[in-house]
């Protein structure tokens, strides 16, 4: 308790500069804008702008990203509801019943409740967030780099099992992010590896050229093979603003999807998508309503979106105390961190506890221009549906042209950019997820530092892997990852058979 109150005391300072508040509701517009417009996912929105933070103090660029963040997680709500499109894919369970009460010609009912849960659900995982991110920071610090081998190796199994569709098909692109991790110096003894003489690759590849290339490029190329056009938006929208009986009445619901929610967010790899749906599954167990859910009413629209935007604060936990994203949005916002100079982990919470406490705060400020601007604009934002593909594509794609070469105003970066683009059309085309190759990319290097630290320490003595309490937890944990769901669908499949 006292220390997450001295944490958000030594962040209080910053906020005397009116520009964070400035960057923080930028970040919140234009994350909505985004998360409103369907296809641009809220990876997508963080990994283009983030080469736009190069530069600015590291305490006012990640209010901006982390307003970005809050901003498209909600943003989503927008198009499902109105078009039964989600914006994000952490919305699709908000068009269950957000979709029937616009149907209904009740639109603007919906988005209101959308955005109170949201933001209400957003506040519960700020608390959350203050609390446990500072503890488990505290027992992390007695880590050695045995335990970060353990903890690594947890996120990198856990690409077996974000890969929706084909695990193998997972790991395939999470082998190919290991590969491009390996590009550079070693990272021990300085040999140069897979440079082809090239002086830019000497150290490594650029995360955030790759991360643009693979988010961003690819999803536009997507866009453009993509002949779909999207629905005119023509309801008024009226009723935004629920009324206070009607809020207390969604509390049970609310709160219930915010814990949901944070305990998803925080499990790596998770993050909001499942995080919905679960909340909406567990609203058809407890609800009084539940055989009325699907037809359009609010607890179906305040569950899910209760749950995706508390999973944003649940999903920082693991990035910012143990160094492993909670979801693709925080792997990309880990760039964020390496583009300032810091490294998220335990060491953090020692060396930079101001910054820390700005991240607290500036998530907590974000919810609430988020849920002012939800409901202030939500006529406004109905009406960015409709915007010409003609218009959008041309404007993201200079976005991420001018973002990878503003990093370090190299051509270098342009090519990687335009590479990284290509291989992930191609990967998205044939069935790939991206997001492992984006793991892969920032989680390898850190493996294999740490295990090779450890082995020069042991003398070559593998078994410090597994004498080590902590460390043989976690090499059992992403033994499990790997391997229990294999087992437990033999298992189904056996029971079906009998």
């Not at 603003?241 to 790899?269: D, F, H, M, N």
Request: aromatic fraction near 10%; charge should be positive.
């Amino acid at each position: 308790m006292e220390l997450s109150f001295d944490l958000y005391l030594e962040g209080l300072r910053f906020f005397a500069n009116p520009l964070m508040f400035a960057y923080s509701l930028f970040g919140v517009f234009v994350g909505i804008v985004f998360g409103a417009l369907p296809g641009l996912t809220a990876t997508m929105t963080i990994a283009v702008f983030i080469p736009f933070t190069f530069g600015v103090p590291a305490v006012q660029s990640f209010a901006f990203l982390l307003g970005l963040y809050s901003g498209a997680v909600y943003g989503g709500s927008v198009s499902a509801i109105l078009i039964n499109i989600p914006g994000t894919p952490s919305a699709i369970a908000t068009g269950f019943d957000g979709y029937p009460m616009c149907q209904q010609g009740r639109a603007g009912e919906a988005i209101g409740i959308s955005t109170i849960a949201s933001g209400l659900g957003g506040l519960f995982s700020v608390i959350v967030l203050a609390f446990a991110a500072p503890f488990i920071a505290s027992i992390a610090l007695k880590f050695s780099a045995e335990e970060y081998v353990g903890i690594t190796f947890i996120g990198l199994s856990i690409i077996a099992i974000i890969s929706p569709g084909s695990t193998v098909k997972g790991l395939m692109a999470g082998t190919l992010g290991l590969i491009i991790g390996i590009a550079g110096l070693d990272p021990i003894g300085s040999y140069p590896r897979m440079v082809f003489n090239t002086p830019e690759l000497y150290d490594g590849v650029s995360t955030i050229p790759v991360m643009i290339g693979m988010y961003g490029l690819s999803e536009m190329l997507i866009q453009i093979s993509d002949e779909k056009h999207i629905v005119v938006v023509s309801q008024k929208l009226k009723n935004v603003l629920p009324s206070l009986k009607k809020v207390i009445g969604l509390v049970p619901t609310i709160l219930r999807s915010s814990v949901i929610g944070v305990i998803i967010g925080a499990v790596p790899a998770a993050g909001g998508s499942i995080a919905s749906l679960v909340a909406y599954g567990q609203e058809k167990r407890f609800s009084k309503k539940k055989k009325l859910l699907g037809t359009g009413i609010a607890e179906g629209v305040a569950a899910p979106e209760a749950a995706n935007n508390a999973s944003t604060g649940g999903a920082l936990i693991p990035m910012m105390t143990l160094g492993i994203p909670g979801d693709p949005m925080t792997a990309v916002l880990m760039g964020g961190l390496i583009i300032q100079g810091l490294r998220p982990g335990p060491m953090l919470f020692r060396e930079q506890m101001p910054f820390v406490s700005s991240i607290f705060i500036s998530l907590l400020i974000s919810v609430i221009f988020m849920t002012i601007l939800g409901l202030v604009g939500a006529r406004w934002f109905s009406r960015l549906i409709s915007t010409p593909k003609r218009f959008l594509i041309p404007a993201i794609l200079l976005f991420c042209l001018i973002g990878s070469y503003a990093i370090s105003n190299s051509m270098f970066d342009i090519g990687v950019l335009i590479v990284a683009g290509i291989v992930g059309f191609a990967l998205r085309k044939a069935g790939f997820p991206v997001a492992p190759v984006i793991l892969g990319l920032i989680l390898g290097p850190m493996f294999e530092s740490n295990m090779r630290r450890s082995l020069m320490l042991s003398q070559g003595d593998w078994s410090t892997f597994f004498t080590r309490p902590i460390s043989l937890a976690f090499l059992l944990i992403a033994l499990f990852v790997l391997v229990g769901p294999p087992l437990f669908g033999l298992f189904r499949r056996g029971e079906r058979r009998d």
